[in-house]
């Protein structure tokens, strides 16, 4: 099955700066790519997506690479703000019943 | 429109006893999920269910977790017995179809002593 791994587990910038959250996937079958974002006592929701067919995906102030040969993607927040602070997760899917497969989660605390 | 409920939203029981949660997806939502997150880790899937079918339940520790959505609607996980080990946030997410977006409940803090 797939085993996704994400980094770094913690990480802390300083407002205005840029933060990058990478993960990788085993399966090569994976072609769904979401990442999801949890403030504290709260639900995950989901903040962008990429599939497999688009390398890269942008909604304002946050953006996802994907490449595939390598099999990592990666999210990219710019101009971060104190409301960015959060649990950031990335998660594959293979195919189109297969279950998500989370990544261990990104603290990102922005200071201001 | 609704979210995803669930409920209880916490519950502190003994190890060895039994505990139960619900779930009620949004509505029209045919695939539902359960996830066990265990505090500081990302969600883990227990169970998929494509309507009232199970799709995928190859993470569910069958020997004590059972689930159910009888009428391809509402659903119950179940902990039968409980461990220390379950003390976790479960969370029910469900999406339009197989590949739609999920979308998470609450979720229910368990706490086993």
């Known amino acids: 099955g797939e085993n996704v791994e994400q980094h770094p587990s913690t990480l802390s910038v300083q407002e205005g700066d840029s933060a990058v959250i990478k993960c990788t996937y085993s399966d090569s079958a994976s072609n769904y790519f979401p990442w999801y974002k949890q403030e504290l006592g709260k639900r995950p929701q989901l903040i962008i997506d990429?599939?497999?067919?688009?390398g890269e995906k942008k909604d304002q102030r946050i953006a996802v690479t994907l490449n595939k040969t390598a099999k990592h993607f990666s999210l990219h927040i710019t101009e971060t703000q104190p409301e960015d602070s959060a649990v950031y997760f990335c998660?594959?899917?293979?195919?189109?019943?297969?279950?998500?497969?989370f990544g261990a989660g990104t603290r990102l605390t922005v200071k201001p | 429109e609704a979210g995803v409920a669930q409920s209880p939203r916490y519950k502190i029981i003994e190890k060895r006893q039994s505990v139960a949660f619900w779930c009620n997806p949004i509505s029209g939502h045919a695939t539902l999920y359960w996830y066990q997150q265990i505090l500081g880790q990302g969600p883990k899937l227990l169970i998929q269910f494509q309507n009232n079918g199970v799709v995928d339940d190859s993470q569910l520790p069958k020997d004590r977790f059972s689930a159910e959505r009888l009428k391809g609607v509402d659903s119950t996980l179940k902990i039968q017995p409980a461990k220390l080990e379950d003390s976790a946030v479960y969370l029910c997410?469900?999406?339009?179809?197989?590949?739609?977006?999920?979308?998470f409940g609450e979720g229910s803090r368990l706490t086993v002593l």
């Open positions: 997410a469900s999406s339009l179809g197989a590949i739609g977006e999920l979308f």
């Open positions: 990429i599939r497999s067919n688009v």
């Open positions: 998660a594959a899917r293979e195919g189109l019943v297969r279950d998500m497969r």
